[in-house]
């Protein structure tokens, strides 16, 4: 048993990881997260005090991180500025919380060698063309495309630098899009969901033709706690479960999964720079480590999802008006 300090615990994929921890280990398990407009703690409900406890704090405060860095033995950092169209609106915190923030926990690393496990997204690679046969793979080299994802990109090279120069004990994922339960209603599957349970036509950017290799956020929760305990130091490992849907396909299942025609969405303006394809080669996370996804049918995890949020109105419903308001002011 170990003690496991979970960075972004409040939000869609952290709060996944740690309900994936406390369900299948028996880690102690700590939160820590500045609950942004992205955090949310009724995420974190009925976790079991002895093994959970929740921090509200920020990953740029050194004192705070320097203290439960401290206290840990590994820390698995999620903690990020992860909307690409808010960091087309406004960069700026993504270079605070993504650079900034990952370098004040590279530093505390180093100095108490501390194990670190670091997020990050396959969306560094940049983009695929829509027939080309090659998929993202550790070798592919770095092409961020928006603030977001160079940001992101940034964060990744800061941590192989803190590797090499400074021997930090880390490992990095890149994981292809998420989906499941907790997912904020700002991005792509929760907001059609929700919009179609509002009675709201779900939106569509430009054609639709784009494509995101989706993966349920438990098989990411079970991909990292493998690279944690069987990841070798300062390797970097892709994660993806063969999920390639183009964006239509997906509103279209949405659709007919809750009973509306198939047609009944709206093309909405396109979001700048938008990236065609993501495609995930996850071999080497497979071969050397022994990994495979268990959610293989998109249909039923997306009619799971679709329960979900059914279910939950309570917890997407404070964010949706101001969520939608957003995406109006901007034409989508
Ligand atoms: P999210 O936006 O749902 O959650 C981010 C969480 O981080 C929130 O709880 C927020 O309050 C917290 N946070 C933000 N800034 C903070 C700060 N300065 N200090 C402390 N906490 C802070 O994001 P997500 O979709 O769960 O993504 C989590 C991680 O996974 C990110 O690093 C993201 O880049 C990566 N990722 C996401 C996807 C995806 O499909 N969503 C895919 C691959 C990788
Ligand atoms: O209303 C919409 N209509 C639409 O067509 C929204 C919100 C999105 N889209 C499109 C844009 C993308 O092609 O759907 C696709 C998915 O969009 P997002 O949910 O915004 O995800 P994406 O930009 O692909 O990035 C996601 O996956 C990689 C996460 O948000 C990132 O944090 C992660 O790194």
Not at 211 to 237: F, N, P, Q
């Amino acid at each position: 048993m170990s003690k496991i300090l979970v960075t972004g615990g409040a939000g869609f994929i952290g709060s996944n990881f740690v309900h994936y921890l406390m369900d299948n280990t028996d880690h102690e398990v700590t939160v820590l997260d500045s609950l942004t407009y992205a955090g949310n703690k009724a995420s974190l409900v009925d976790l079991p005090s002895n093994r959970f406890t929740f921090v509200h704090g920020d990953i740029r405060d050194a004192e705070l991180v320097d203290e439960l860095f401290r206290k840990n033995d590994t820390v698995v950092h999620y903690a990020a500025e992860s909307h690409n169209d808010n960091s087309l609106d406004n960069p700026r915190p993504f270079l605070e919380t993504n650079i900034i923030g990952t370098y004040t926990l590279l530093e505390a690393a180093r100095k108490y060698d501390t194990r670190l496990h670091h997020i990050s997204t396959d969306e560094v690679y940049g983009d695929l063309e829509l027939d080309d046969p090659e998929r993202f793979s550790e070798s592919t080299p770095y092409n961020p495309s928006s603030p977001y994802s160079s940001t992101k990109a940034g964060s990744d090279l800061l941590v192989r630098a803190w590797v090499r120069s400074f021997g930090v004990r880390a490992t990095i994922s890149n994981c292809s899009n998420n989906y499941g339960p907790y997912q904020h209603v700002e991005k792509f599957i929760p907001r059609q969901i929700t919009n179609v349970i509002r009675g709201v036509r779900p939106k569509l950017y430009g054609a639709g033709e784009n494509v995101r290799d989706w993966i349920h956020a438990d098989d990411h929760s079970s991909a990292v706690m493998t690279i944690v305990d069987k990841g070798v130091l300062g390797e970097t490992y892709l994660i993806g479960a063969d999920g390639e849907k183009n964006n239509k396909d997906v509103v279209e299942l949405i659709l007919t999964t809750m009973g509306q025609p198939a047609d009944a969405y709206d093309h909405v303006t396109d979001r700048p720079g938008h990236d065609l394809r993501y495609a995930i080669d996850s071999t080497k996370l497979r071969t050397e480590l022994g990994w495979k996804p268990t959610h293989a049918d998109f249909e039923s995890g997306i009619a799971a999802t679709i329960d979900w949020y059914k279910a939950n109105e309570a917890w997407w419903a404070p964010t949706k008006d101001a969520t939608e308001a957003f995406y109006a002011s901007k034409g989508q």
